[in-house]
């Protein structure tokens, strides 16, 4: 045996040893709630900010396209450099990345709240999501190293889910009640003294897991690739809205990402230690998790951020008004989401995730029928329905992700599967912002309310990028059950941990 080989197998037994030591010291639960934390800052600052684009485009005099970039510059560094950022806490130690994601998130925070332009209010948000970069592979890999017991790691792991996904359900209510009381900065500036008592916790409750022993260098080819790649395409479906589909600068564009994801996909084939390892997509539960994940939060941004603008734009309702009437996707995750980590404990995740996936699918075409007027004591339980299903769906998704993979890859899969949940949001605003606004032309979306002509040809935009949602959810779903049925009839192909 070699001494590197040597080294890793002690590396592997440190991990599998420490957490009883954990459970002794009483500071599992504690790292729960601070890794929890972390991720519910990072995901709810993508989400709240939906119900304040009104708001924020009357004050900065920012344009249909500025408004999209002020979520999406946010989420696409987020999701660009999530899986570097799993690489940097496996390396550097997670519990440091954790912390450091923290104060770059505080950072950027204190920026957007400050901004005076929207030029400088969409690069304060990049900075931003630098930090959820490092501190979202960083919280689920030790939630992982915390619990080794697999009912108790599905609990936790539901737990964290919970967290995520309900800051994300919850963003339009909490954001439409700090925009109608301290007006839009507020939703940055009161990360400030949130994240000073997280990082106070981290020091108290959370502890640091052994360090992934480095074999090769950082891939730092396939980290700038990956980052070209996902911007240039975002890039181009956002700008076609205001310069044209057939614009040189949206082709070329357009182009670029796709040469460059394709070098990026034949770079990470052939580099020693790749940021990317693609055969863990030839697992069908790893694949049907991470794909399943990319479609829901694409589908999922629709009742989110487009539900909101149609509350304002189309009804005239204020923000927190907004917020409320869409609360019902918040409750409705609340409840389903802790009995679903419960369902993966003692059925596994195969029927928890397609069943979820179902049922978003269903509660989508249902909202097919929204119209100008419609009142919300009408399709409140429609909204209700599509929290359920991703409230059921989502823990599934990241235990077997994590699970379906051999334990020393289980961080990168961890941050594969929040980059692709992040790049299905980053192309869920574009995609469905670009179908909503698209018979729109000039209006100036960022006012009060539309006119009665305008408020029916959002709504048209708006029931085509619903019917888009759904029916890539309908497709996602039945490519879900297949994958599982190829795994559970071929036993050949098993890897350890999924029941």
Same mark, same amino acid.
């Given at each position: 045996m070699t001494v590197n080989s040597a080294m890793v197998q002690d590396e592997m037994m440190q991990q599998r040893e420490a957490p009883p030591i954990i459970v002794a010291s009483g500071n599992r639960w504690g790292g729960l709630a601070v890794a929890s934390m972390g991720i519910f800052l990072a995901v709810l600052s993508g989400s709240l900010v939906s119900v304040a684009l009104p708001t924020i485009g009357r004050t900065l005099h920012s344009s249909a396209t500025g408004l999209e970039w002020t979520i999406d510059a946010y989420i696409l560094v987020y999701a660009s450099l999530m899986i570097a950022g799993g690489v940097i806490g496996d390396r550097w130690g997670r519990r440091n990345a954790f912390a450091l994601g923290f104060v770059i998130f505080g950072i950027g925070s204190l920026a957007a709240g400050l901004a005076p332009t929207s030029g400088l209010l969409i690069a304060a948000r990049a900075m931003q999501g630098i930090g959820p970069a490092l501190l979202t592979p960083a919280s689920v890999n030790i939630v992982r190293w915390l619990f080794d017991d697999p009912r108790e790691r599905a609990t936790a792991l539901g737990l964290w889910s919970l967290a995520s996904g309900l800051a994300m359900a919850s963003g339009p209510l909490i954001g439409g009640l700090i925009v109608d009381s301290v007006g839009w900065r507020g939703i940055f500036l009161l990360n400030i003294p949130i994240i000073i008592i997280c990082l106070i916790a981290v020091k108290i409750f959370m502890p640091q897991p052994p360090r992934?022993?480095?074999?090769?260098?950082?891939?730092?080819?396939?980290?700038?690739?990956?980052?070209?790649?996902?911007?240039?395409?975002?890039?181009?479906?956002?700008?076609?809205?205001?310069?044209?589909?057939?614009?040189?600068?949206?082709?070329?564009?357009a182009l670029l990402g796709v040469l460059v994801m394709?070098?990026?996909? #034949? #770079?990470?084939?052939r580099v020693p230690g790749p940021l990317i390892q693609l055969n863990l997509f030839r697992s069908p539960p790893f694949a049907a998790a991470t794909l399943s994940g990319m479609a829901l939060f694409f589908s999922f941004i629709g009742a989110i951020v487009y539900f909101s603008a149609y509350f304002q734009q189309v009804q005239g309702l204020s923000a927190l008004r907004a917020g409320i009437n869409?609360?019902?996707l918040g409750i409705?995750?609340?409840?389903?989401?802790?009995?679903?980590?419960?369902?993966?404990?003692?059925?596994?995740?195969?029927?928890?995730?397609?069943?979820?996936?179902?049922?978003?699918?269903?509660?989508?075409?249902?909202?097919?029928?929204?119209?100008?007027?419609?009142?919300?004591?009408?399709? #409140? #339980?429609?909204?209700?329905?599509?929290?359920?299903?991703?409230?059921?769906?989502?823990?599934p998704m990241t235990t077997t992700a994590?699970?379906?993979?051999?334990?020393?890859?289980?961080?990168?899969?961890?941050?594969?599967?929040?980059?692709?949940?992040?790049?299905?949001?980053?192309?869920?605003?574009?995609?469905l912002g670009a179908i909503t606004y698209s018979h729109l032309g000039n209006v100036n979306v960022a006012g009060p309310r539309l006119n009665r002509a305008d408020q029916f040809l959002f709504m048209r935009g708006l029931n085509?990028?619903?019917?888009?949602?759904?029916?890539?959810?309908?497709?996602?779903?039945l490519v879900a059950w297949i994958l599982f049925w190829r795994y559970a009839h071929r036993p050949h192909e098993s890897l350890p941990g999924i029941d």
């Amino acid at each position: 045996m070699t001494v590197n080989s040597a080294m890793v197998q002690d590396e592997m037994m440190q991990q599998r040893e420490a957490p009883p030591i954990i459970v002794a010291s009483g500071n599992r639960w504690g790292g729960l709630a601070v890794a929890s934390m972390g991720i519910f800052l990072a995901v709810l600052s993508g989400s709240l900010v939906s119900v304040a684009l009104p708001t924020i485009g009357r004050t900065l005099h920012s344009s249909a396209t500025g408004l999209e970039w002020t979520i999406d510059a946010y989420i696409l560094v987020y999701a660009s450099l999530m899986i570097a950022g799993g690489v940097i806490g496996d390396r550097w130690g997670r519990r440091n990345a954790f912390a450091l994601g923290f104060v770059i998130f505080g950072i950027g925070s204190l920026a957007a709240g400050l901004a005076p332009t929207s030029g400088l209010l969409i690069a304060a948000r990049a900075m931003q999501g630098i930090g959820p970069a490092l501190l979202t592979p960083a919280s689920v890999n030790i939630v992982r190293w915390l619990f080794d017991d697999p009912r108790e790691r599905a609990t936790a792991l539901g737990l964290w889910s919970l967290a995520s996904g309900l800051a994300m359900a919850s963003g339009p209510l909490i954001g439409g009640l700090i925009v109608d009381s301290v007006g839009w900065r507020g939703i940055f500036l009161l990360n400030i003294p949130i994240i000073i008592i997280c990082l106070i916790a981290v020091k108290i409750f959370m502890p640091q897991p052994p360090r992934v022993l480095a074999e090769h260098r950082f891939d730092v080819v396939g980290a700038i690739l990956s980052v070209i790649a996902v911007g240039a395409v975002t890039f181009a479906i956002i700008e076609g809205q205001s310069l044209g589909w057939g614009s040189p600068v949206v082709i070329g564009s357009a182009l670029l990402g796709v040469l460059v994801m394709l070098g990026f996909l #034949w #770079w990470e084939r052939r580099v020693p230690g790749p940021l990317i390892q693609l055969n863990l997509f030839r697992s069908p539960p790893f694949a049907a998790a991470t794909l399943s994940g990319m479609a829901l939060f694409f589908s999922f941004i629709g009742a989110i951020v487009y539900f909101s603008a149609y509350f304002q734009q189309v009804q005239g309702l204020s923000a927190l008004r907004a917020g409320i009437n869409v609360s019902a996707l918040g409750i409705a995750f609340a409840i389903t989401a802790p009995l679903s980590g419960y369902l993966v404990g003692r059925i596994g995740p195969r029927w928890p995730l397609v069943g979820g996936m179902a049922l978003t699918t269903v509660a989508m075409f249902m909202l097919l029928r929204l119209e100008v007027d419609t009142p919300i004591s009408a399709i #409140w #339980w429609n909204f209700a329905l599509v929290g359920a299903g991703f409230g059921i769906s989502l823990t599934p998704m990241t235990t077997t992700a994590l699970a379906s993979v051999p334990a020393e890859r289980a961080g990168m899969a961890g941050a594969i599967l929040n980059a692709l949940r992040q790049f299905g949001q980053v192309l869920g605003v574009a995609v469905l912002g670009a179908i909503t606004y698209s018979h729109l032309g000039n209006v100036n979306v960022a006012g009060p309310r539309l006119n009665r002509a305008d408020q029916f040809l959002f709504m048209r935009g708006l029931n085509s990028a619903l019917f888009v949602s759904a029916m890539t959810l309908a497709v996602m779903t039945l490519v879900a059950w297949i994958l599982f049925w190829r795994y559970a009839h071929r036993p050949h192909e098993s890897l350890p941990g999924i029941d």
